[in-house]
């Protein structure tokens, strides 16, 4: 079983519309949970990062934990194309190291 | 405050040759921290220095080894390569403490023929 897990993609999505975004982590004692956007070429961004159970909003974005289901969100609303991009879910237990997600890439239709 | 920087942002070697990679985090943090990233296995951690001490590794071989200065500058070592090695290179600074955000460099694109 891997370590966290996303939905798979690709995720299209009309302009306007809500993405949304699953990840799963196998690591009960995970503390921090983080969601990167990648644009292709490019580094990884952080977008958001949250924990504490429940929501966290900044802007468009929303994240939302669930630690008894170990279950990760985003939410992006009003998508825009600039929205495009991979999505990378990363979870961090108590020992500093970062795990990753697959990554799911959305595709935002204008 | 200036990002991370990694230096070279490309690199063409052959098979057996080794190579050497920088990273210098923003400014006050003094954690380092490796990944490979390619299309097959996506982003794979390699180690975490902090402190000029690894204090975690990823499942790698030795060929891949690192170290870091006391500026918390860091470097990435290669040796031997293999073709398997093409790929991108990331490092992320963090402070080590409280939720740790770690904030990634633009990468150096490690090209093996």
């Known amino acids: 079983q891997k370590e966290v897990e996303q939905n798979s993609g690709p995720l299209s999505v009309p302009e306007g519309a809500i993405a949304s975004l699953n990840c799963t982590y196998s690591?009960?004692?995970?503390?921090?949970f983080f969601w990167y956007r990648q644009y292709s070429g490019k580094s990884p961004e952080l977008i958001m990062f949250i924990y504490s159970n429940g929501d966290k909003e900044d802007g468009r974005f929303t994240a939302q934990l669930n630690k008894a289901s170990q279950y990760v969100s985003l939410l992006i609303r009003d998508s825009q194309p600039s929205d495009s991009a991979t999505y990378l879910c990363a979870v961090k237990a108590n020992d500093y190291k970062l795990s990753f997600g697959a990554g799911t890439t959305v595709t935002v239709r204008a | 405050k200036a990002g991370v920087t990694q230096t070279p942002r490309y690199l063409i070697k052959t098979r057996g040759q080794q190579v050497t990679l920088s990273c210098s985090p923003i400014s006050g943090h003094r954690s380092v921290s490796w990944y490979q990233q390619t299309p097959g296995q996506g982003l794979q951690f390699l180690f975490e220095y902090f402190s000029e001490t690894q204090r975690n590794k990823g499942n790698f071989p030795g060929r891949f080894s690192g170290r870091q200065f006391s500026n918390s500058r860091s470097e990435m070592n290669v040796s031997t390569l293999e073709l398997g090695d093409s790929a991108l290179y990331l490092c992320?600074?963090?402070?080590?403490?409280?939720?740790?955000?770690?904030?990634f460099g633009p990468g150096t694109r490690l090209t093996v023929t």
């Open positions: 690591d009960r004692g995970s503390q921090s």
């Open positions: 992320a600074s963090s402070t080590r403490s409280g939720t740790d955000e770690q904030y």
